[in-house]
């Protein structure tokens, strides 16, 4: 996506979440299922470098932070207004000084955004590829911006195949009202993608497939 789309993209985001971000982390927590999961299994080493692609709040980044505190952490989020936010949170948390924000589109991520000199070693996006309109874009420059035993992991919304299907109409009509777009194909097209670099990926679809949880290790 040129800069005329992640400019839209800015302005969308910001324009969604400026009332809802004062709010995000207290409804989103029953819905949003496993983000814990994700942070616990990242399972980070002292002295990796980890960045959430679509950080929002910053909720994720200060649990990894408190989990992990030999790591350096990174966020990026196309909202400004999110990202106002996540900065306060993390001040709050007494973190600020661990996590670096910020704003660009997904499909910019690169370590020099951050003035980095290195690549980083695990890269997640947590329930935002469904909101990226160019999402395998952005998944490709996530893959070219890992180390080269670099981990990516994804936890979003599956299918819903499980669940009865009044109940699968219904989540995806009201997700839709958020510009969510969950993509059934998306889990296959993530392990293409490490196929094609050298990489393993294990797909698990827990809740009845409401979620989809994705890992990638290179080889």
Not at 33 to 40: A, F, K, Q, S, T
Not at 162 to 169: I, K, Y
Not at 189 to 206: S, V
Request: charged letters at 25%.
């Amino acid at each position: 996506m040129g800069p005329a789309g992640g400019e839209s993209v800015a302005v969308r985001m910001d324009r969604m979440y400026r009332h809802q971000r004062h709010l995000y982390d207290a409804t989103r927590k029953f819905y949003l299922l496993g983000r814990d999961r994700l942070v616990r299994d990242l399972d980070l080493q002292p002295g990796e470098r980890a960045c959430e692609v679509g950080c929002g709040t910053g909720r994720n980044l200060i649990a990894l932070a408190r989990t992990y505190p030999a790591t350096e952490l990174y966020g990026l989020d196309a909202s400004q207004a999110m990202l106002a936010t996540a900065s306060r949170k993390a001040a709050a948390a007494g973190l600020a000084d661990r996590i670096r924000l910020r704003h660009g589109a997904a499909e910019t991520l690169d370590r020099s955004l951050f003035g980095l000199d290195r690549p980083f070693d695990v890269i997640f996006f947590s329930y935002s590829l469904s909101m990226i309109p160019g999402r395998y874009a952005a998944l490709d420059q996530a893959f070219a911006a890992l180390a080269p035993r670099g981990r990516l992991a994804v936890v979003d919304f599956g299918d819903f195949g499980g669940l009865p299907g009044p109940c699968r109409a219904g989540l995806r009509w009201w997700l839709a009202r958020f510009g969510v777009n969950p993509d059934p194909a998306m889990p296959d097209e993530i392990a293409g993608l490490a196929r094609r670099r050298n990489a393993i990926a294990e797909i698990l679809r827990p809740f009845r497939s409401y979620a989809v949880y994705v890992t990638v290790r290179r080889r």
